[in-house]
């Protein structure tokens, strides 16, 4: 999610997307399964709710925030998993009341120009790798966010001007300097590349794709370019 004004899709880009028969996201965003797939997924279970990790005291601070900054009920959040909290409170970052969705817009693009759709993993590679985030980090992020959200707000756009920049050693080094403890992030970022790289070999094989992933997958040694 990003706020319209910061929107990134210069020239080259569209020429590109434009050059290319099929578009790669991550997952296949236009299949219906795929959606309904990741919805049920994130939603709780028979796991343990929110509110019964948080001690009182923390319940009530996390409460607050919640209703005052993204206009949520913890009643809502006791729906989902406790992991994916965190993702929802990106919108609070984001500085502005109508974030659009990068997803969103290439799939628009896509479907006008009748492109193929396809993603580099299943929902349950997404899923699985949330669920192995230990619920005390969650709590930990959750709990540093809320008191510190004037410089989490600073940190994102500094994230934000190196991605508008289009720099990739800034925004890995500031990706690093606001790692979580207890939060491995080589399985979010190195072990996913690493899968993914059979794929995209194979499928830029046969036409040529536009590959659509998070910044974060681009830069280093480790890293999808590479």
């Not at 619920?135 to 959200?149: G, T």
């Amino acid at each position: 999610l990003i706020c319209p004004e910061d929107f990134v899709w210069t020239e080259r880009m569209k020429q590109s997307f434009s050059n290319s028969e099929k578009i790669c996201f991550e997952l296949d965003l236009d299949d219906a399964g795929v959606m309904t797939e990741i919805t049920l997924g994130l939603m709780a279970n028979s796991e343990k709710k929110l509110s019964e990790y948080l001690t009182p005291e923390q319940y009530k601070i996390i409460e607050k925030f919640l209703q005052d900054s993204l206009g949520l009920q913890m009643s809502f959040l006791d729906q989902v998993k406790p992991a994916a909290i965190p993702g929802m409170m990106i919108t609070s970052a984001s500085g502005c009341d109508n974030p659009v969705s990068y997803e969103d817009s290439l799939i628009h693009i896509a479907k006008k120009d009748n492109k193929e759709i396809m993603g580099l993993e299943t929902p349950k590679d997404q899923l699985d790798l949330l669920d192995k985030i230990p619920k005390d980090s969650i709590i930990s992020q959750l709990m540093y966010a809320v008191q510190n959200n004037a410089e989490d707000t600073g940190d994102f756009r500094e994230m934000m001007a190196a991605y508008k920049d289009q720099d990739l050693p800034k925004l890995s080094k500031l990706m690093s300097s606001v790692e979580e403890p207890g939060i491995d992030m080589n399985a979010f970022l190195v072990n996913r590349n690493k899968k993914w790289i059979a794929q995209i070999i194979s499928k830029m094989k046969t036409c040529s794709v536009f590959f659509a992933v998070g910044a974060g997958h681009l830069y280093g040694k480790d890293g999808v370019i590479t």
